[in-house]
């Protein structure tokens, strides 16, 4: 696959609210093109993963 296939199939799952799959494939497609506009994906995916509080869920 190319970094382009690996970016949209990530954003599948990205949209099915698969975040691990979606990490998985922007990963591949960075690897494969360092400019890939997957890279803004994972760090917003990160965010989104990094501003939710288990704690706040899990007391």
């Known amino acids: 696959m190319t970094a382009e296939e690996y970016y949209l199939q990530g954003n599948e799952?990205?949209?099915?609210?698969?975040?691990?799959?979606?990490?998985?494939?922007y990963l591949e497609a960075?690897?494969?093109?360092?400019?890939s506009p997957a890279v803004q994906a994972r760090e917003?995916?990160?965010?989104?993963?990094?501003?939710?509080?288990?704690?706040?869920y899990n007391p």
Do not use: E, H, V
């Not at 917003?44 to 706040?56: A, G, S, V």
């Open 30 to 35: 960075i690897a494969l093109d360092p400019d």
């Open 13 to 25: 799952y990205r949209k099915a609210g698969n975040w691990q799959q979606a990490l998985n494939c």
């Open 44 to 56: 917003m995916i990160n965010d989104i993963l990094n501003y939710y509080c288990k704690d706040m």
